[in-house]
């Protein structure tokens, strides 16, 4: 007997793209990216090309100081995005039926980093400080308050690929019958010590990240929020709006490289295993998938991993792209927030073409014949399934598979 199917029922998201599904998909679509910036506003004498949200975000004095933070009002900000389908979801099921788990790498961070400023130049903590802010956990606690929600909340870090594996997680409840929806989905804000961190590795492009080109340089890192409904029944409306399609999350394949602490494994092997396993969980064949959204950062060694991973399942191609280059790389948010952009897809049918692969126009010949989309050339057909890959540090791999009912 194959698993109960899971709904991705709603969505909303908030990047440097845009503000909300619609915006986020026509701004990709065009290649355009209101919050990618150059400034040294992390990173003082050292301008970094960034990812930055401008949207205007909820205060948060009514919560408890220890929820305070600007990762916590991007996550307000986007959740309420799907507010109509959260309250009716509690509605149905009860509000101890409905759980949480959030993917983030940041919390409290750039809080913390002002704190210790402060104590460091003034000899005390500023007012509005908690040391809690920091809590990783903090996400699925503030989440649950702030929503009244009473299922299980848990928050899940394993870098890059943490919200892809929330939604894994998410299923896993589901089908443990521990709840019947979860609010799932990542977050995570820009701050000095990520952004400085990065920068030791020589990981970071001062311009534009450019995924696949020769001309690569590194990664861009940005802040964003990706929230979903997921339940075992199908529900029209959301974010889908009446005429979407119902979304499903079909396969999860999870993989462990651990190979090094930060280099992906060269030959790809556990990215290959992670899709292939999404592939089978779900019972597709890779012919059937129409879209890949791929990890796609703009550093040597993870675009010529992928590159092979890719070749190895799909060995006649397939259309994918990444979108990095208009969002950022957004650390804990990515999972969701990509796999958002193929929910978006499914559920419009992809009748308006997918997102093209925005760099310099050039492609690394040494990758081999990726199909990559390129800008003008956006095919409008009707897309059934579509891929997410999330590659994360320490080979944290996480392929998931969604499908249109």
Not at 118 to 131: I, K, M, Q, T, V
């Amino acid at each position: 007997m194959s698993p109960e199917p899971v709904y991705l029922s709603a969505l909303g998201m908030t990047c440097a793209a845009g503000d909300g599904v619609a915006s986020v998909l026509a701004n990709l679509r065009r290649g355009a990216a209101p919050g990618m910036i150059a400034t040294d506003r992390w990173t003082p004498g050292q301008s970094l090309t960034v990812g930055e949200v401008r949207a205007e975000l909820p205060a948060l004095d009514g919560f408890p100081l220890a929820h305070r933070s600007r990762n916590n009002r991007l996550a307000l900000h986007t959740s309420r995005q799907i507010e109509a389908d959260l309250r009716r979801t509690v509605s149905e099921f009860g509000a101890a039926r409905v759980g949480v788990v959030v993917g983030t790498t940041t919390s409290g961070m750039a809080e913390a980093e002002a704190a210790f400023q402060s104590l460091h130049e003034r000899g005390s903590f500023p007012p509005g400080f908690a040391y809690a802010q920091m809590e990783l956990g903090s996400p699925a606690e503030f989440l649950a308050l702030a929503w009244g929600l009473r299922g299980p909340a848990f928050t899940v870090s394993t870098a890059c690929s943490s919200s892809a594996k929330a939604l894994a997680a998410a299923r896993r409840l589901l089908r443990l019958g521990a709840c019947d929806a979860v609010l799932v989905g990542g977050v995570d804000t820009l701050c000095t010590f990520t952004l400085r961190g990065f920068s030791a590795l020589g990981a970071l492009s001062p311009e534009p990240c450019l995924p696949f080109s020769p001309n690569r340089k590194g990664i861009n890192i940005g802040e964003a929020a990706a929230f979903f409904v997921l339940r075992r029944e199908g529900s029209r409306g959301g974010s889908a709006g009446a005429q979407g399609r119902l979304v499903l999350l079909l396969g999860a394949g999870e993989t462990s490289d651990a190979h090094n602490i930060s280099a992906p494994l060269p030959g790809g092997e556990g990215a290959r295993d992670a899709m292939k396993s999404a592939l089978g969980e779900a019972g597709v064949a890779p012919y059937q998938i129409g879209y890949v959204n791929l990890h796609g950062t703009g550093t040597a060694q993870n675009d010529a991993m992928e590159a092979r991973a890719m070749h190895a399942v799909f060995p006649e191609g397939v259309a994918c792209s990444s979108t990095k280059s208009l969002t950022g790389h957004t650390l804990g948010a990515a999972g969701a927030l990509e796999a958002g952009i193929c929910w978006a897809l499914l559920a419009e049918g992809g009748k308006a073409g997918l997102p093209p692969q925005i760099n310099d126009g050039a492609v690394d010949p040494e990758l081999g014949p990726l199909r990559l989309i390129r800008p003008g050339d956006c095919p409008a057909a009707p897309i059934r399934y579509a891929l997410s890959n999330v590659f994360g540090f320490g080979g944290t791999n996480v392929s998931l598979l969604l499908g249109a009912a």
